[in-house]
Structure formats: C-alpha cells, structure tokens
C-alpha cells in the first residue's frame, strides 16, 4: 500500500539537513541506501517514466508540489525529458512545458501576448538604461556618444571587416603553401587514393582546416572523388554478415521505430545493434562545449529502445578489432544459436586458481580479467565451461560482497550453470549482501542474469567516459590529473578535460550501469 504525501515526506526529512547559509539539502548518498523508502517515492510517483534516471532532489520537488504525470509539450503532445529548471526570481522551479521554442510560439496563450510582452521588453530595457544614465551621468541629455553616432557606425564596419579577415586567417591560416591548397593536380596527387577516396585526415593535418573542407575545396576544383559513406562502415558491415550467416535477417540503417537511426535491427529477436567508431561517436577540443549531448547520447537511443521492448547492443570499434571473437559470442547467445551447450546438473563446481581464472576471463569476457577474492568455476571433465568471481567490494563498502565477473566459454550455453554456481556461494560462504553491476551497453534491464539469480535492481550509474587517440580506447584511470605532468600544454589552472583534448585526445562516453543487490532473508 502506497504512503501519503504527509507520510512520505516525514520519512524524507530524516534525511534532510540544513547547510551554513540556512539552505534546506538532501543527503541523497545516505537515501540511496534505504530500499524500501526509494521504493515508496517510485510507487507514489508511479505516473513519472525513468524515474531512475532523475535525482532524489528532483523527486522530492515532485511530491511536495503533486507533480505526477509524463511531461508532454502542451502544443505538439510529444513525451519530454523530464527537467526541472532552474529557479529564478519570478517564480521557483518548474518542470519543462514544450519540447521547442516553435511550440511555445505556436501556443495561442503565448501567441497572442507575444507583440505586447516584446514591446513590454523594450520599454524595460530603455527605462533601465536610462535609470543607469542618469545616475551616472546626472542627465539622459549628458549620455555619451550622443553625438558620435555616425562615428559608431563606422567603427561597427570596420570591426566587421577585422572579423572577417580573422576568419579568413583561421581558415587559410597556418597552412604550409596557400597556394597549394588551389593547385588541382597538387591535391590529386598527395590527396587522392587509387580508389579516389579523398584522404581527409591528412588533408586536414597538412592544410589546418575543419574536416568537410576538403570535400568543400575537391568539388570547388572539379575533381572526381568517390562519396565517403559514413553510414555503412566495414565494421559495421562484418557484424550484419556475421549475423545473416546465422540465417537470421536484419534491416540496416533504420529510423522508423524511433526516428533515429539504428544500425543493425533484428526485430525478430527484438535485438539491436549499434557499431559506434571510436571517432565519430566521440568529440574533441572543437565540441568541448557540446559534452553534455554526447555524455547521454548512447544511453539515451538505449532507454528509448527498451521503452519499445528491444535490447540495443553497442559494439565499440576496437573491441570490435580486438576483441571480435567475443562479440561473436555475445551476438550468439543473444540469438540463442551458440554452438556447444551443457546442463549445469552434469558439471562439477571447483575452486579455480588465480592463473586459470585470469586466463579464462581475458579469453571470454569482453572487460577482461580483474582480481577476485573467490573464484568458482563449472568443469566439464578437466575442462573449465563457466566462470563466477567475487571480492570485497570495490566502490560501496556497505556490501559485504561483490559479484565482479561472470561468463562461459565462447559460443557455449551452460542451462543453470550461473544459478548452480551462486547457489555453491551462497551455501558456503554465508554471505549477508551481495553487490553487482550490469554494463548497460550489454543488459537489458527488462530480462536478465540478475533478476533470474535473485537480486533486485537499485539504480543505475551516470555515463562513464574513455578517452580514444589514433584508433585506441584508454581508461580514464590512466589520466588522472596528477598523471599528466610530462603531457605539452600542461599547466595548473587547466583541467583533466582541457589537457587531454589539446594533446589530440577525443572523450567518449558508454551507457553506464545497472546496479543490483541480494540481501540475505532474515530468518523467523
């Protein structure tokens, strides 16, 4: 039964708390903890789509002002992201109205004020600045450049000019022979392939210029090229022929399940798959002010995709060329059409040895080996088919344990193999309470290894980003701040971010993950 909003909000305020300059706070950490009070807000707001995804300060503005509804733009009625902006002295927070400024204006409430609120505007502008006038200058008739009016004008044009050649500048600017960059065989010659693919990397390395430049400057010239097609790279290529030589079809490149485009769809398995290279899926120092767009950009198409029952895979590039045999693997099981398979019933559980269990993890499971306290395997004979590893736990001490990795052997199913390896755990290690997490470009929420075990779902983590240089993923672990002394261009007052991008790195971000827990029954 679902607690009142009195109710609710009196189990909340114990963990509210008030700062130095008398603000009201949330210690959100110290709630996050408490399971059953994050299950009554969700069953309160029960109207609010993902609501895993908003924060608990958001959550608790929803139920004091009884906002419980899917955020729908009041004009066009398409769903929102669900956003409470911020406050400001007119009003206090709000939730988001309309998807676009177009749907603002196209509302006749807006529509018809909006002459008179703009000449209101002005009347505000010019009574503000002549307030600031006066009390500088004593009068309106003393502002300065009264006078000078024709003077300004002709400032204003010539500053216009200035920007222009500084424009001019950054584009032909820095570039090794101005006259090179109009010279039509020059550019056939070191810029063109046997293939008559323009070779804009380099273009762009010898010439200083944006990346559709050279594109721009071969048609300028009338030099044939063929038409790079960014939609179907060979990556993406081998995984459809991978997955049609299971006898299985796909469609490729489609937008209408969500008007965005997915890469590979297999609507009879509700399974899709995006193959995200390394540069165009990541952004560098130019799009520093657009990371918010990419931090959510991939979590965001999975979130949709679920909403329509379909589990999105996103396959990375390099892991791709890596790490290919794995995916394989991984796209098998999804489909159900693995190559070996054993009942669990028939194995026999064992101890495995730190050796075994970091050889079998960098063979079988995408993220590789990681030290585990406790390392449980399946043997089929003298062979290891299946992998369960624990430790303590890494990030929230408040867990006595941490499920870390789990996976079989390539292209093999094991029928109840995880559930005969937890169970041999939980019989003879006693444990309290279990942690887990779930990579989101992988799991699907909706069904997965978790829930089938036993474990409840408690939230997810925000994005998580790598940085990517010259094909190569790295772990942010790798440059931390204090690590990046001896980079060019090192400097104190700069950021981690700002280091890495002007040394030629490009941020990209994952979905993610999922976060799980199996706490022991009390007994009566």
Wanted: contains cysteine.
């Amino acid at each position: 039964m679902s607690l009142t909003k009195e109710e609710l909000l009196k189990k909340i305020s114990k963990f509210q708390f008030f700062d130095k300059n008398g603000n009201e706070k949330l210690n959100s950490f110290t709630l996050k903890k408490d399971v059953d009070l994050i299950r009554d807000i969700y069953t309160y707001l029960n109207n609010i789509p993902n609501k895993e995804s908003i924060s608990f300060g958001d959550l608790l503005w929803c139920i004091k002002n009884d906002y419980n509804q899917k955020p729908l733009c009041e004009t066009c009625f398409k769903e929102l992201k669900f956003k409470i902006e911020k406050a400001n002295p007119n009003h206090g927070p709000y939730v988001k109205r309309y998807c676009n400024l177009k749907c603002f204006n196209t509302d006749p409430k807006n529509k018809k004020n909006s002459s008179t609120r703009e000449k209101e505007n002005a009347e505000k502008r010019l009574e503000k600045r002549k307030k600031t006038i006066i009390e500088k200058y004593g009068s309106w008739d003393n502002r300065p450049g009264k006078d000078n009016f024709k003077n300004r004008i002709i400032l204003e044009e010539e500053n216009i000019l200035l920007r222009k050649k500084r424009i001019n500048n950054i584009i032909l600017g820095h570039r090794q022979n101005k006259e090179l960059f109009y010279n039509r065989d020059f550019l056939i010659k070191n810029f063109l392939d046997k293939n008559k693919k323009i070779k804009w990397k380099l273009f762009r390395e010898y010439f200083n210029c944006s990346e559709t430049l050279p594109y721009k400057q071969f048609r300028k010239l009338g030099i044939e090229y063929q038409i790079k097609n960014l939609k179907y790279s060979e990556g993406e290529k081998e995984v459809n022929s991978f997955i049609n030589s299971l006898n299985i079809e796909t469609i490729e490149n489609d937008k209408s399940l969500i008007g965005k485009e997915i890469d590979i769809l297999i609507p009879e398995y509700n399974l899709a798959i995006e193959y995200n290279g390394l540069y165009w899926h990541s952004f560098g120092l130019s799009k520093i002010d657009q990371e918010y767009k990419y931090k959510f950009k991939h979590l965001e198409k999975t979130q949709v995709m679920e909403e329509k029952n379909f589990n999105l895979l996103h396959i990375f590039e390099n892991e791709w060329i890596q790490k290919k045999d794995i995916w394989k693997s991984i796209i098998r099981n999804k489909l159900g059409k693995n190559i070996k398979s054993y009942y669990a019933r028939k194995l026999i559980v064992k101890e495995v040895s730190s050796k075994d269990s970091k050889l079998f993890l960098e063979n079988n499971h995408l993220q590789g080996s990681t030290p585990g306290k406790i390392k449980l395997g399946l043997y089929h004979k003298d062979t290891l088919v299946s992998l369960m590893t624990f430790s303590t736990p890494r990030y929230d001490k408040t867990y006595e344990y941490e499920l870390i990795r789990f996976c079989n052997i390539l292209n093999t199913s094991v029928v109840g193999g995880a559930s005969k390896l937890f169970k041999y755990f939980i019989k003879n290690y006693r444990p309290k309470s279990i942690l887990s997490y779930a990579n989101k470009r992988i799991a699907y929420s909706n069904k997965n290894l978790y829930l089938t075990l036993g474990f409840t779902f408690i939230g997810e983590s925000l994005p998580s980003y790598s940085y990517t240089k010259n094909g190569e993923l790295f772990t942010r672990s790798k440059f931390i701040k204090s690590k990046l002394k001896h980079l060019p261009n090192y400097k104190d007052s700069k950021t981690e971010k700002q280091i890495m991008l002007e040394n030629g790195y490009r941020k990209i971000y994952n979905c993610g993950n999922l976060k799980y827990e199996w706490i022991k029954e009390e007994e009566e």
